[in-house]
Nanobody, 115 residues
């Protein structure tokens, strides 16, 4: 499984970005797909995830601002990020979890939010 993350960039506070995670396999065969982020000096944390059945989970810090979605035909998962804050600045990583707790990671895409 290969995951290709894209869509990061530099944006002013209050702005929006949409991240994309394109998978080489059928995303409906994955238990879940998630977006994680890691800021310098911090641990990697879950931002949002979507399970095979469609249920979603969000970190408290992004609820109401970020939306995770998927386009099955394109095997792509999106993270729409609105009302961005400087504290959202981090490298964002796409993760796919398969059966047997097997995890695959994409390369990071950098998000920088200026104040």
């Amino acid at each position: 499984v290969q995951l290709q993350a894209s869509g990061g960039g530099l944006v002013q506070a209050g702005g929006s970005l949409r991240l994309s995670c394109a998978a080489s396999g059928n995303i409906l065969s994955f238990n879940s797909v998630g977006w994680y982020r890691q800021a310098p000096g911090n641990k990697r944390e879950l931002v949002a995830g979507i399970r095979r059945g469609g249920s979603k989970t969000y970190a408290d810090s992004v609820k109401g601002r970020f939306t995770i979605s998927r386009e099955n035909a394109k095997n792509t998962v999106y993270l729409q990020m609105n009302t961005l804050k400087p504290e959202d600045t981090a490298d964002y990583y796409c993760n796919a979890q398969l059966s047997g707790n097997v995890n695959y990671w994409g390369q990071g895409t950098q998000v920088t939010v200026s104040s």
